[in-house]
């Protein structure tokens, strides 16, 4: 539960959910960056893994997707759980070489992300983020009948 559900006053929680949005949100917001603008560089050398390029497109547009999504706390338990799923996916598919001590600390650092990603489903946004902002206004939308679906949802938290 947000300390500040019922406040306006800022608690270290917002600020921690935040930086640690922004920390886990930079990884994937620079690699799918890289990706994108060495695109032919990256088609090659996923080719290699067996990646079809198609693939490594979805791949830019989920890390570049769900990156924004949670570093500006917009739809961030949606992004943090397709992220979550993709770091379990990758270490799963492409780091299980255990015997070579870089992809057991890649395999390591994917878990450990994907970790930290289940945490944001659960713990939300924070106060400091699109979502919070969104549920704000929506809850204050009382007398508006159209309204009243997603309000259900963010009071159950479904949302």
């Known amino acids: 539960m947000d300390y500040s559900e019922n406040s306006n006053v ?10 640690g ?4 949100a930079w990884i994937f ?4 960056m890289a990706l994108a603008f060495n695109f032919d560089a ?3 050398a996923m080719a290699k893994l067996g990646v079809p390029e198609p693939l490594v497109v979805a791949v830019i547009a989920l ?4 990156g924004l ?22 270490a799963l598919i492409f780091h299980t070489d255990f015997a070579n001590h870089n992809e057991m600390l890649h395999f390591e650092k994917d878990l450990a ?25 929506i809850l204050a939308w009382d007398d508006d009948k159209s309204a009243r679906p997603l309000r259900r949802a963010i009071e159950k938290g479904n949302l």
Request: proline share 1%; charged share 10%.
């Open 10 to 19: 800022m608690h270290p929680m917002d600020l921690t959910l935040l930086a």
């Open 29 to 32: 917001l620079h690699e799918s």
């Open 69 to 90: 999504s949670i570093a500006l706390g917009l739809l961030t338990r949606l992004g943090a759980l397709s992220l979550g799923l993709f770091c379990l996916s990758t």
């Open 113 to 137: 992300i994907a970790g930290g990603m289940f945490v944001l489903v659960t713990a939300g946004a924070g106060a400091l983020s699109v979502d919070r902002f969104l549920e704000r206004r």
């Open 42 to 44: 990256a088609v090659t």
């Open 21 to 24: 949005r922004l920390l886990m």
């Open 63 to 66: 890390q570049l997707g769900a």
